[in-house]
């Protein structure tokens, strides 16, 4: 089993929707949890983190953690075509090395 | 720029041949990540430096990879006897090693193709 899983994809959403997209992970040392993007052919790209219970904001993106129910999601507001890309859920535990899910592809439709 | 760096970007090879990759963290970073990832993959763990000591290493790391960080710099990843299952994007990553939340950044990566 692998131990960080992301909700199968592919999502599609039209443009200035909310995107919705979910982590679980099975670590309960797991304690910070990182949401990347990554372009076709590129490199993941950090978009922001979070290791308390509730919500954390970045612009446009919202970050929530519930350790109880080891979730973690990510909503992508106003989503726009530039959003299209695939997202990928990080955890980290003392080991400092991060473990990610397969990454859910999203596509948002103009 | 002032971010990761790797090089070669691409890398074709046949079977059997010996690669090695580079990898320049972000300047004043002391802690080094090795990540391969396929295709329809998130990245998987390979190793980790902290300044020049390498502290941990992937149990599903074969003994044909072996990396180094001899200045607490950058790095090399080497691949011996390559094989075609090797083909992957291997990714490098840095983050500031402080106490508390570390973000890794992660450079292009090195693509590799093994024939």
């Known amino acids: 089993q692998k131990e960080v899983e992301q909700n199968s994809g592919p999502l599609s959403v039209p443009e200035g929707a909310i995107a919705s997209l979910n982590c679980t992970y099975s670590?309960?040392?797991?304690?910070?949890f990182f949401w990347y993007r990554q372009y076709s052919g590129k490199s993941p790209e950090l978009i922001m983190f979070?290791?308390?219970?509730g919500d954390k904001e970045d612009g446009r993106f919202t970050a929530q953690l519930n350790k109880a129910s080891q979730y973690v999601s990510l909503l992508i507001r106003d989503s726009q075509p530039s959003d299209s890309a695939t997202y990928l859920c990080?955890?980290?535990?003392?080991?400092?090395?991060?473990?990610f899910g397969s990454g859910t592809q999203l596509t948002v439709l103009p | 720029d002032t971010g990761v760096s790797q090089d070669p970007r691409h890398k074709i090879t046949k079977r059997g041949q010996n690669v090695t990759f580079r990898c320049d963290p972000i300047s004043e970073h002391n802690r080094l990540y090795w990540y391969r990832q396929t295709l329809g993959q998130g990245p998987e763990f390979l190793t980790y430096?902290?300044?020049?000591?390498?502290?941990?290493k992937s149990r599903l790391l074969s003994d044909r990879f072996s990396a180094e960080r001899p200045k607490g710099s950058f790095s090399t990843l080497e691949i011996q006897r390559t094989e075609q299952g090797d083909s992957a994007m291997y990714l490098c990553a840095s983050s500031s090693g402080l106490a508390g939340v570390s973000e890794q950044f992660f450079g292009p990566g090195t693509r590799l193709t093994v024939l």
């Open positions: 430096f902290q300044n020049e000591a390498q502290l941990e």
């Open positions: 979070i290791y308390s219970n």
């Open positions: 670590d309960r040392g797991s304690q910070s």
């Open positions: 990080a955890a980290s535990g003392s080991a400092r090395q991060l473990t």
